[in-house]
């Protein structure tokens, strides 16, 4: 007999104007030989819809086999939604009945946007937690008014316990990187792996009211390092093309391309996923007439030197060209922020760190015994203990747990290295990150398209921008306000990038937040992006979640964000809503206007 192991999930595809259609995949995970089939109705009068959606079968990984339902509805051709109910059967059974809606032609959609959606590992603190709180806010606006879209910013699950599978652990087990680069990948680690994301994302997208909000609130997801591991992609060579890496990589994707994508590695290139060689998996999608999302993959071809390759580069601005006329909004979502502080002074003292870690090693000749244990060796126990404060430290106020609580993680590097790296203002980064706004720019000026940024990872809130250098006002120090001035309606460089982060996951503690707070300054010239493009922070939050006189640029409690249409025409607002201290949520806006040039 079939049974249902986990879903509905409703994934969306995309909108056509012309009828104004609604595109979208349901996924269904099956145990049993009979395929379930979904019957999709209208609930309005005025819109007769009734139709059954067959399965397309997409894989089977341990008796389970994965269902994708293809579902396209109509959307109404004016204002207002329609509400769709949708009915799960298997075999002869009705195992539930769920909803979604669809925004009209002429509707500005209302849609979410989260990030860092678990734990790295449990610990006392997050034991703490409840889990569900951020969902459960998400949940009471959908209920209040339809959210017709939500957006995952990467980290939609953790898998970094993989590194305690037993045969993982014989692997780090080995001496000398040549020796682990090499190292086969065995028949075990291929079973034991695979099991291990497959029950991950079982048991992670089972939790307590976002398996409600996966069935009824349509998603498209983006996933950053820890849907494949920490640090994924800024990694030394012998470990990123070592032979268990790129299997865990490939294991990896397989599930994120089935559970976040409905899709599978040779479907992925002709169903709106795209990048170089078909092995990446950016995407450019339609939300309604006047807005589109990109979603940009930053992990599938990482590396140290490099974001996104050349050629996935020229797909997206080739693609973005292909966006109707009406479009007047492009949002651009990276899992790590375009638009943050710069971190210098954490990467010199990085450096200082290196430095003593070669010289530590040469002495003691074992990278094993860790920068720490060989410093305080010679310099004395405080030694030790302060410079695994100052990495920690530097750690959480990048938004990273890792894999390690020690200086010098599993794989004999400094825990830091790929944390530093997956930042785009990373000195590595930066020309890549040049060339990449600019040609946003460029987007925006010659199509009159506003362009705004949407990131998370970082495990805080808050709202950065760039904006022409010339015609900038001093800076602010008070949060945005409702009535933008004049010279940002008109200024194409004028890009906000809204951080939301973490909607589960714990805050950094506040002097790891100061250390970040201690670098957001206002950068143009050679210390920002170019001559011509000023660079700063608002200051978002004159006030704490309780009242109490806050005034920074950053804040470190939990949050997603919530995306409504104002009463200004053409304007929409970015509500950051941050948990409280007793259970209640604060929201935080910022404005965003079209782009209307003089």
């Known amino acids: 007999m079939s049974a249902i192991k986990a879903g509905p999930y409703i994934r969306f595809g995309n909108y056509t104007l012309i009828p104004p259609t609604w595109c979208g995949t349901i996924l269904l995970v099956v145990s049993g030989p009979t395929p379930p089939s979904i019957r999709v109705q209208s609930s309005s009068p005025e819109t007769q819809f009734n139709q059954v959606f067959p399965a397309i079968y997409l894989d089977n990984y341990g008796g389970f086999s994965f269902y994708r339902f293809d579902v396209v509805v109509p959307a109404k051709d004016g204002s207002g939604s329609i509400k769709y109910v949708y009915e799960v059967n298997l075999e002869t059974t009705n195992a539930g009945n769920f909803d979604f809606h669809v925004a009209g032609s002429k509707d500005i959609w209302r849609w979410s946007f989260w990030s860092c959606n678990g734990f790295s590992k449990e610990t006392e603190e997050t034991k703490k937690l409840d889990f569900a709180a951020m969902w459960v806010d998400m949940m009471k606006c959908h209920e209040q008014s339809p959210i017709f879209l939500q957006v995952g910013g990467g980290d939609q699950v953790y898998a970094d316990p993989i590194f305690e599978e037993p045969c993982l652990k014989e692997w780090l087990a080995i001496s000398g990187k040549q020796q682990r680069k090499l190292a086969p990948w065995t028949p075990a680690m291929e079973e034991n792996c695979s099991r291990f994301y497959f029950e991950l994302y079982i048991r992670h997208f089972l939790s307590a009211t976002m398996k409600d909000a996966l069935a009824k609130i349509p998603y498209v997801f983006q996933p950053d390092d820890h849907d494949y591991f920490d640090g994924w992609g800024s990694y030394p060579e012998y470990l990123q093309n070592s032979n268990v890496f790129q299997n865990l990589y490939r294991i990896a994707t397989r599930f994120v391309l089935l559970f ?83 971190l210098d002074s954490t990467e010199n003292t990085l450096g200082v760190i290196g430095s003593i870690k070669e010289s530590a090693n040469g002495a003691l000749n074992s990278v094993t015994a860790g920068i720490a244990n060989a410093g305080g060796a010679v310099f004395g126990k405080g030694f030790k203990t302060g410079v695994e404060n100052v990495a920690l430290g530097i750690k959480k106020s990048l938004g990273k ?10 794989f004999g590097e400094i825990e830091l290295n ?66 933008i001035p004049s010279n940002r309606v008109a200024d194409h460089r004028y890009m906000v990038q809204i951080i939301s982060s973490a909607i589960v996951n714990v805050p950094p503690p506040a002097a ?7 670098s957001a300054k206002r950068y143009t010239g050679v210390k920002g992006l170019d001559s011509e493009t000023l660079e700063d922070m608002e200051v978002l939050f004159a006030a704490d979640v309780n009242g109490a006189p806050y005034n920074k640029k950053l804040m470190a409690r939990r949050n997603w964000c919530l995306v409504n249409p104002d009463n200004i025409a053409g304007q929409i607002v970015f509500e950051i809503r941050v948990e409280g201290v007793n259970g209640d949520v604060r929201p935080y806006r910022v404005w965003v206007p079209e782009l209307s040039p003089p």
């Open 418 to 483: 790929d944390d530093l790296s997956d930042h785009w203002t990373n000195k590595i980064h930066r020309l890549e990150r040049q060339a990449f706004v600019q040609k946003l720019q460029q987007f925006a000026k010659s199509r009159k398209c506003r362009v705004t940024l949407i990131a998370g990872d970082v495990h805080v809130c808050g709202c950065a921008y760039f904006e022409t250098a010339s015609t900038a006002a001093a800076s602010s120090t008070t949060p945005p306000v409702q009535s």
């Open 260 to 342: 976040q994508h409905h899709s599978t590695d040779q479907r992925a290139p002709h169903e709106g996923l795209f990048g170089k060689d078909g092995k990446a998996y950016n995407f450019l999608k339609q939300m309604g007439p006047g807005m589109a999302i990109l979603g940009v993959d930053t992990r599938s071809e990482r590396g140290l030197s490099r974001v996104v390759s050349p050629e996935s580069t020229d797909m997206i601005f080739s693609q973005l060209q292909q966006l109707p006329p009406s479009t007047k909004h492009l949002i651009v979502l990276t899992g790590v922020p375009i638009a943050y502080p710069e």
């Open 512 to 518: 790891a937040l100061n250390t970040v707070l201690g």
């Open 401 to 410: 747990e890792g894999l390690m609580k020690k200086l010098i993680n599993r």
